[in-house]
Nanobody
């Protein structure tokens, strides 16, 4: 069983930065990679960023259009942790952020974390 625990959410003013962490436990090596998603009130869950595992393509990243150039996904293998560095935050980035294990290139999710709230004020 895989467990994902997010942390690092909070409140920040527009233009500020936050770094989210996702600590993973359990067997995740078979996963395609790890991703971050977010869901704002009244909206559907949205893809934010993905990082692919693997010897030949490991480290490949992909981002949603709304966060490209502002957010960076990375990992620390020694800590089994994936990060989401969020810079130049905007009020429209306000949402609950979830990390997830991905099982394919379509970013279908196998496991979800519990989510962490990010609030950006203008």
């Amino acid at each position: 069983q895989v467990q994902l625990v997010e942390s690092g959410g909070g409140s920040v003013q527009a233009g500020g930065s936050l770094r989210l962490s996702c600590a993973a436990s359990g067997l995740i090596f078979g996963a395609y990679g790890m991703g971050w998603f977010r869901q704002a009130p009244g909206k559907e869950r949205e893809f934010v960023a993905a990082l692919r595992w693997g010897r030949w393509s490991g480290g490949n990243t992909n981002y949603g259009d709304s966060v490209k150039g502002r957010f960076t996904i990375s990992r620390d293998d020694a800590k089994n942790t994936v990060y989401l560095q969020m810079n130049s935050l905007k009020p429209e980035d306000t949402a609950v952020y979830y990390c997830a294990t991905l099982r394919n290139s379509k970013y279908d999710v196998t496991y979800w974390g519990q989510g962490t709230q990010v609030t950006v004020s203008s």
